[in-house]
């Protein structure tokens, strides 16, 4: 808690004098301040083969630089692991391990979102035109994916956020299908 | 028979076998080991090494340069290999087929998926079915289930996936597998050539290391690339090599040593050549003996023809020398009823032998037997009318004082030799926990350095090792997927439980045609199926009418055929059926390779709970390295029984004709002795005994006891002239076996470790304890 508050006087001393031109540097450094926590999602994917939005809920819980987890707890339990580059997936008893390094276009997906939470520019660079707009207080992050291979995939992300706290990513596919991802962050006690 | 007779019969005797010979098939491999009489399991055993998958794998490394020209030269290498008739498959992680398996199992998903049944078409079933994939949807895995929804909205796809090995997968850089550490792009091969078809193995390795040479030359030529290779057929490969190379060495080395004895001795080229000729009989005649009893001869039995030569040169030695003054009656008179019944001794030893489960050792007993049978046959029917009256020996006697005073001397040490067998005997007892080695490895051609590197290379591309395999076997294919898939029953219950992490089965690709039929007859007819879409998906988000195309494809599932082995065609999914699902002589055989849950149970499957799930499906389970073990134990049990039973056969032989428990006890103590000496001897230099020293044991008495018999002819001391004889015999059988210590295989070496010395110390106790005349 005290480095949290530390990280965060440090980050107004920095903002302070250049909050006239917010840049992705400096949105950079805020996040990298950020050293994990835990926080409730809706994820929302709005599909056109289906008439309503699938909804779904959970925990996630962010260790920095490179432990994410994610367990989904409506409509089915899921958690989704990433820590450094192995993705496991673990549902219904299956549990799928991915080490990422072996499956560049699943690392760039993943990048975009550990890039951004750890604020390592480098690893979203490699894959992403950063756009930055707003200011620290409220913030928003759009990835236009650089690679062809993702962007077939990915038309464009777009993470916003207050601070050092990321709020919601979300993701437009190609085919006009989209998700929202909004993020509560627990207090920890 | 008159000696005339006698020679064209030899000759036309010896004609006749160099036919045989010259047509005999000889064979270097592993077969030598294999159980001549397996069990259920140890056929599996034996299978899976002649033929199986895994007996036919080669692992390929490329190290050097950076990681693109690694990967450059692997894909060119594979391209290139794939292509040739010598190899099934080439795998080395680049996407290739993965697509055309995808397509089949997707193409076949309604008579694949183990989720079909009845159930699943009703307006419940489906219900939940859709509910499910629409759940996934939501998930992370969602972006892959999104476009097959509408074709496969019940996810048979997944169904099936699940199933799959989702264990080690190597690790990748530029698209192609890799070692952990990503320093070495990783190939995995399958060859045509069985894994016993040592030289279609020999063929494919060359192929390989040709073509990669190739693919570096063109990738990357200054790059330095290497390439490392192994692989059961390598070992194959090479262990013929050394075993080729180790007979002709070997056999040469001692028919030099033997005959320079000889001339030395003889100091004439003719009764030298003279001499040979038993020993050439007896050796045609052991090969010819084994070729026609077991219609292949072993490498190493041919090998052990070094050991034979430096034995049957004794029986022309004695002729030679000790009928110098008599002539050849006298000799037949008084020297022949021992060297027959030594002859015996060692026919008795070696043809315990014959009895052995263990291939290889039934051949080098018969081959003995009928080399040393020969050579004194030849030695008493065809020698001496060859060699004529006038043998023109020359006179040897003048050695005799000098072995006459060796033996008083000896007779000196008589006490300090039984202190010293007492205390060898000691010092086995208490270490006999650590004289033996433990298992078949010991007796095994490959070095520990190729082992090693076949280890590193295994795990570097998680290489399966297929050491627990369930095995079916039924009289047709359809039978044998049936009791396949009822395995897979007990087995899925297994991995529920996580006895075990998994298995793979023929009857995912390859269902049974009941099955099949079962699958085919849930799926609801064109008009059934859209009316219970439509109940189903009454409050889905999904709409009916988006799944016109799983409507269509149902219909179309029914009213096509089955899947058959042809339709697998294209896909890795055709090999990998075709290596669980293979046809024999007398019917059909399924393998379910199990694979162990990992975590806390580490590389381990509890055997039992496994064998009680299977128990009364017809299935049997297999621990290969159990078998292994097991094997090796039977065989170590089994030669102690032999040699005890050789042992036993050479004393009740040795009673009947000595006819005195005195003259009988004298001449078996110093044999005893000898071995005691010996085995103590080796212990001390920190050689962990295996069956052959067993087997060597037995040879020290069978063979020595041919020197203490001389020593215990009719109660009287061996005149100057039949004890320079017996240090001839002695020295040129010491050679003879020896010679083989020189080999680095492990079962030539252990025989020459312990017979060459035993040789030796037999004939040196037999003199110092002989009789008490002297006293």
Redesign the interface.
Same mark, same amino acid.
């Given at each position: 808690m005290i480095k949290r508050l530390l990280g965060t006087l440090l980050l107004l001393a920095i903002a302070l004098p250049a909050s006239a031109a917010f840049d992705v540097g400096q949105l950079m450094q805020a996040l990298a301040s950020h050293k994990g926590g835990k926080a409730r999602f809706v994820e929302k994917k709005f599909i056109s083969l289906l008439d309503k939005p699938v909804v779904a809920t959970g925990e996630m819980t962010y260790t920095a630089p490179d432990r994410l987890e994610k367990r989904t707890l409506t409509p089915k339990v899921e958690t989704l692991l990433l820590d450094k580059d192995i993705l496991s997936i673990e549902r219904d008893k299956q549990k799928l391990s991915i080490n990422l390094a072996n499956q560049p276009e699943a690392l760039a997906f993943v990048d975009s979102i550990r890039g951004t939470l750890s604020g390592n520019r480098t690893a979203l660079e490699k894959n992403y035109a950063l756009h930055l707009s707003g200011n620290l207080d409220k913030w928003v992050l759009t990835l236009l994916p650089s690679d062809q291979k993702i962007a077939s995939l990915v038309l464009r992300i777009t993470v916003s956020g207050s601070r050092n706290q990321v709020r919601s990513i979300e993701y437009l596919q190609t085919d006009g299908d989209r998700s929202l991802l909004s993020i509560e962050p627990v207090e920890a006690k | 028979m008159s000696a005339r007779r006698a020679l064209t019969l030899w000759l036309l005797a010896m004609l006749a076998g160099a036919a045989v010979v010259w047509n005999s098939h000889f064979s270097a491999d592993m077969s030598f080991f294999l159980p001549g009489r397996p069990s259920a399991e140890q056929q599996v055993l034996v299978d899976q090494l002649k033929e199986g998958v895994v007996s036919r794998l080669l692992m390929v490394a490329i190290e050097g340069g950076d990681s693109a020209q690694r990967a450059a030269v692997s894909r060119d290498l594979r391209g290139r290999l794939e292509k040739m008739p010598e190899f099934v498959a080439v795998q080395n992680g680049e996407a290739g087929s993965q697509g055309a398996d995808r397509d089949f199992l997707f193409r076949h998903r309604y008579l694949l998926s183990p989720a079909v049944s009845p159930e699943r078409f009703t307006v419940d079933g489906l219900r939940a079915a859709i509910g499910?994939s629409? &759940?996934l =949807? &939501? +998930? %992370? *895995? !969602?972006?892959l289930v $999104?476009p097959l929804?509408?074709r496969d909205p019940t996810g048979e796809l997944w169904a099936q996936i !699940?199933r799959l090995n &989702?264990g080690a997968?190597p690790? +990748?850089?530029d698209g192609v597998w890799a070692s952990p550490d990503g320093e070495r792009a990783m190939l995995l091969m399958q060859t045509a050539a069985l894994g016993s078809d040592t030289d279609g193995q020999e063929r494919a390795i060359g192929l390989v290391r040709a073509s990669f040479a190739d693919a570096a030359a063109a990738a990357a030529p200054a790059a330095g690339l290497g390439l490392r290779l192994s692989g059961p057929g390598l070992f194959a490969v090479k262990s013929r090599a050394t075993i080729k190379h180790e007979v002709s060495k070997l056999s040469a080395i001692s028919t030099l040593a033997i005959v320079v004895v000889l001339y030395f001795v003889y100091r004439s080229a003719r009764l030298m050549s003279l001499g040979l000729l038993p020993v050439l009989s007896g050796a045609l005649a052991g090969i010819v003996a084994v070729s026609l009893v077991h219609g292949t001869v072993f490498g190493i039995t041919v090998g052990f023809g070094s050991a034979l030569i430096g034995e049957a040169v004794d029986y022309s030695i004695y002729y030679f020398v000790q009928s110098g003054r008599g002539g050849i009656d006298h000799w037949r008179q008084r020297f022949w009823p021992t060297v027959r019944l030594g002859v015996l001794t060692s026919v008795a030893g070696f043809g315990a032998l014959l009895f052995s489960g263990f291939p290889g050792l039934a051949q080098l007993g018969l081959y003995a037997l009928s080399g040393v049978l020969t050579a004194a046959l030849v030695t008493r029917f065809i020698l001496p009318p060859l060699a004529g009256r006038d043998l023109a020996m020359r006179e040897l006697g003048h050695l005799a004082p000098r072995l006459q005073a060796a033996i008083a001397g000896l007779r000196r040490l008589r006490w300090a030799v039984l202190a010293l067998a007492v205390a060898a005997a000691a010092l086995l007892a208490v270490n006999r926990d650590r004289v033996w080695h433990p298992n078949l490895s010991a007796l095994s051609t490959v070095s520990e350095a190729d082992a090693a590197a076949d280890m590193a290379l295994r795990s570097d591309i998680a290489a399966p090792d297929a050491r627990y395999i369930a095995v079916i076997t039924a009289p047709d294919r359809e039978s044998a997927l049936q009791a396949a898939e009822r395995a897979g029953e007990k087995l899925d219950a297994l991995v *529920?439980a996580g006895v075990i992490g998994g298995y793979d089965s023929p009857a995912r690709f390859l269902p049974s045609q009941a099955t099949q039929a079962a699958r085919r007859d849930s799926l609801p007819d064109a008009e059934q199926l859209p009316a219970r879409l439509r109940l189903a998906l009454a409050d889905s %988000? =999904? *709409?009916a009418d $988006?799944l016109g195309g799983f409507v269509a494809d149902v219909a179309a599932a029914r009213a096509a055929g089955f899947i058959d082995r042809p339709a697998l065609d294209g896909t890795s999914l055709a090999l990998a059926v075709d290596s669980l699902l293979l046809q024999r002589p007398n019917g059909w055989s399924v393998l379910l390779p199990l694979r162990p849950a990992g975590g806390a149970q580490g590389v381990d499957i509890a055997i039992e709970p496994v064998r009680a799930a299977l128990a009364g499906s017809g299935a049997l389970f297999v621990d290969m390295k159990h078998e292994f073990d097991t094997l090796y134990n039977d065989y170590l049990g089994e030669a102690t029984l032999l040699s005890l039973a050789g042992f036993a056969a050479i004393v009740g032989l040795l009673a009947v004709t000595l006819r005195s428990a005195r003259r009988l006890a004298s001449v078996l103590l110093p044999l005893l002795l000898a071995v005691v000496l010996v085995v103590g001897g080796l212990h001390l230099a920190g050689q962990q005994l295996h069956l052959l020293h067993l087997i060597g044991m037995l040879l020290i008495v069978a063979v020595g006891s041919n020197y203490a018999l001389f020593f215990n002819q009719a109660d009287r001391q061996p005149d100057g002239t039949t004890l320079v004889s017996m240090a001839v015999a002695n020295l040129t059988t010491a050679i003879g076996f020896g010679t083989l210590a020189l080999s680095s295989v492990p079962v030539l070496n252990a025989i020459g470790v312990t017979v060459g010395p035993g040789a030796i110390l037999a004939l040196l106790l037999s003199a110092a304890f002989a009789g008490g005349r002297h006293d």
């Open positions: - | 499910d629409i &759940a =949807l &939501a +998930s %992370p *895995a !969602g972006m $999104k929804l509408p !699940g &989702a997968q690790n +990748s850089r *529920a %988000p =999904l *709409a $988006k």
